[in-house]
């Protein structure tokens, strides 16, 4: 099992602040799930508002972030 909190700072659609992303992953048999969830009302700033989910895809050994997102302000 995996958990771990992670803080964002910086720019996203040209609105700055942060926001925190609370990953939650496991690995069974080779079957891997990991969530990563904006933890609701943690954005600051521009960016208070924001909620989302990320995914982290592997692709010849490089990782890519799909980051689905509502702002409203």
């Known amino acids: ?3 771990a909190i992670e803080q964002v700072v910086g720019c996203l659609c040209g609105k700055s602040g942060s926001f925190v992303l609370q990953h939650f992953g496991t690995m069974n048999k080779g079957k891997d799930r990991l969530i990563l969830e ?4 943690s954005a600051t ?3 208070a508002g924001l909620s989302g989910t990320m995914q982290i895809r592997i692709e010849s050994g490089k990782h890519f972030y799909d980051f ?3 702002l409203n302000q």
Do not use: A, N, R
Not at 38 to 41: E, H
């Open 68 to 70: 689905e997102f509502e």
């Open 45 to 47: 700033d521009e960016l």
């Open 38 to 41: 904006v933890v609701p009302d």
């Open 1 to 3: 099992g995996y958990v």
